[in-house]
């Protein structure tokens, strides 16, 4: 029981709850009014859509993958829905994320083949496609930055769970979007942990030919993995769209550097076969308020990209001496 | 004339197609857009080739090692950076330049140490230590630059990659050539280059014949961190400025050039004609676009197509063997 404890303490995710709390501890002594409930509504507004690419590249990441196209088809999907909207005048939130849910699973699918079926590498697929998919929004659906959106999907964003309004007069509100993301971590936790395929996840990601052995059935697997993953990525798509109420086709290009610093600060083991829902969301919660606060910590906003990729170079340097003592450790 | 020698000689299939293949483009061109075989098109096709090129060959040594090299871009802006900073700060004298080319060099050195000790010894895998190379490269340089551009280099320095050899050989092409040169030495008749190839092909096995792992990562990667940073400086004498986020759209057209010359992803195989050839396919397609004004988005798609297509035509073959096999 004792050991049990021990291992709880020590383990990943609690390193990254330490870590967030002292960096909480050192903001709200530098800035006494980040302790207040505004923070945390701004703190999970920012994590909102980040988190739904987080989980999305979680499941690849344990699958033994890795996915740099999902800024790409996202910005595919926002432009490719809205332009859809706008000419059939259709003003539904159900449709714009059926169809964003549609665009992603056909990309996750592709990527899929090309991963599995042509045996391309996953880094090398995904770029591929990233570049493919980027370009071809911009070449045939445009350039343009749409903020003219359909009345129903523009005002989604204003439903709120509750609000809190601070001694000031400023009104926080905590958009119900947060929902999307919540209810997502917990289907992905349950799949992960208590389904067959969930377990063949982890199962391929730790060892292809032992998976195989035991009977997992690879491609199939892996195409659920990036079909599930281009998904969750179309949902985020669209759920960004709502929440920022403007479709762009450029503005996620770059996300992948902190969606995979989220997934493997929060444990996920970049070789597979390792990686909790829990893990994630303390990760994503890590970067975004490193992100939010470096400001109120002195730390200009031009330090900002340094810094994060310190972070990742920290972190995954800890997963990874782990992971070495583990394996020079089990020589029975 | 050794290296010229040596090439006609191991002249092999995929050279031959990638030569073909250019020879097809410059003719079609030639014919269509007498543009094409122009002074000024020449000219500018040598200037850029060199900058990618270079680049390309960092991309080609981290692959054969058996892993990737996604920093590159971030070397060379950060190189570009650094020699402009010294030259700035030491006046436009050649005793400045020089110091700030050997400062831009030995910050490519450091970078590619950094990326060879978090792989070979932290033991990060290739593409995550490279991934994160470039966000904290990049993020250096905008610690240095706080965003703009650093522009007004000497004119000396900015005549590397502008001024010509008669009138139309700029002189970075001849930085271009000298590196294929040593580079073509030194994979195909050093043991630096044999250790290269054998690591990439099975690392478990390189250990066991006694090659040590760690030294060749780190060496190939500081290579690799070289090369990003001499392209670097060609960068910043073609632009006459330095800034954080030149170049951004060279580290898929690096993985396709290597790609298509025939290195392959899972490492121990590409040679160096190979992928010099494909530099110069390359060059005369996107020439080619330029000279049809074909929109710069749909180069990006192509090059992401031809990516894809060149991987599906090579790996087709290999999976109808393997279902053959059973």
């Excluded at chain 1, 992960?192 to 969930?198: A, P, V």
């Excluded at chain 2, 610690?143 to 900015?158: D, N, R, V």
């Amino acid at each position: 029981m004792n050991a049990k404890i021990k291992q709880k303490l020590l383990s990943n995710e609690a390193i990254v709850v330490y870590i967030i709390l002292l960096l909480a501890l050192i903001i709200g002594a530098v800035n006494p009014t980040f302790i207040s409930p505004a923070t945390g509504i701004n703190l999970l507004r920012t994590m909102l859509v980040t988190l739904i690419f987080a989980l999305s590249e979680m499941i690849v990441i344990v699958s033994g993958g890795i996915d740099v196209s999902f800024p790409a088809v996202s910005c595919l999907t926002m432009i490719a829905t809205i332009k859809f909207l706008l000419a059939t005048g259709i003003d539904s939130v159900p449709i714009t994320y059926g169809i964003g849910i549609l665009i992603g699973a056909t990309f996750g699918a592709l990527n899929a083949f090309l991963i599995t079926i042509i045996k391309i590498p996953p880094l090398i697929a995904t770029l591929g496609v990233s570049s493919l998919t980027s370009g071809a929004t911009l070449a045939f659906l445009g350039t343009k930055i749409y903020t003219d959106l359909p009345e129903k999907i523009d005002t989604m964003h204003r439903i709120s769970i509750f609000s809190y309004t601070n001694p000031a007069g400023n009104e926080y509100s905590m958009t119900a979007l947060i929902l999307i993301p919540a209810i997502l971590c917990v289907l992905i936790h349950l799949m992960l942990r208590h389904t067959m395929i969930g377990r063949g996840m982890y199962a391929i990601g730790g060892d292809i030919q032992a998976a195989h052995v035991v009977g997992f059935n690879v491609a199939k697997t892996r195409f659920f993995t990036y079909i599930l993953s281009g998904i969750l990525a179309g949902t985020g798509a669209i759920t960004y769209m709502i929440l920022m109420r403007v479709a762009d086709p450029k503005v996620l290009m770059g996300e992948e550097m902190m969606v995979i610093a989220a997934v493997v600060i929060g444990g996920t083991r970049i070789t597979g076969g390792h990686g909790t829902v829990i893990g994630t969301i303390l990760g994503v919660a890590l970067l975004a308020l490193v992100k939010n606060n470096l400001i109120i910590l002195g730390v200009p906003t031009h330090f900002q990209t340094f810094v994060v990729g310190m972070i990742i170079v920290f972190g995954t340097s800890i997963t990874s001496i782990r992971a070495k003592r583990i394996a020079e450790q089990a020589k029975i | 004339m050794a290296p010229k020698k040596s090439l006609v000689k191991s002249i092999d299939k995929h050279t031959l197609i990638l030569l073909g293949l250019s020879v097809l483009i410059v003719i079609t061109m030639g014919v269509h857009r007498p543009k094409f075989l122009g002074s000024a098109n020449l000219q500018s096709m040598l200037v850029q080739l060199p900058e990618y090129g270079i680049l390309a060959f960092g991309m080609m040594i981290a692959m054969i090692s058996g892993g990737i090299d996604l920093s590159l871009v971030g070397i060379a802006n950060l190189s570009g950076i650094i020699a402009a900073v010294v030259m700035l700060g030491l006046g436009g004298t050649p005793f400045g330049i020089t110091l700030g080319v050997l400062g831009a060099l030995s910050g490519g050195v450091l970078c590619g140490a950094f990326n060879g000790v978090l792989l070979g010894y932290v033991k990060i895998p290739a593409m995550l230590v490279t991934l994160s190379g470039l966000q904290v490269f990049s993020g250096l340089s905008l610690i240095i630059t706080k965003g703009p551009a650093i522009t007004g280099l000497p004119e000396a320095f900015s005549k590397i990659a502008n001024a010509t050899f008669v009138g139309v050989i700029p002189y970075s092409a001849f930085v271009f050539v000298l590196i294929v040169i040593v580079l073509s030495y030194l994979m195909n008749q050093t043991v630096f280059g044999r250790k290269l190839y054998l690591m990439g092909t099975n690392r478990v096995a390189a250990s066991f014949t006694g090659i040590n792992i760690l030294k060749t990562t780190i060496t190939a990667y500081i290579l690799s961190g070289i090369l990003g940073s001499t392209a670097g400086i060609l960068m910043a004498s073609h632009y006459n400025s330095a800034k954080s986020d030149y170049g951004s759209s060279y580290t898929l057209l690096t993985l396709l050039i290597a790609v298509l010359g025939g290195v392959d992803p899972n490492g121990g195989d590409g040679k160096v004609q190979g992928v010099f050839f494909s530099i110069i396919v390359l060059q005369l397609v996107s020439s080619a676009f330029n000279i049809l004004r074909i929109n710069a988005f749909i180069k990006t798609f192509a090059w992401g197509l031809i990516l894809i297509l060149v991987l599906t035509a090579i790996n087709i073959p290999k999976i109808i063997r393997e279902q053959k096999k059973g």
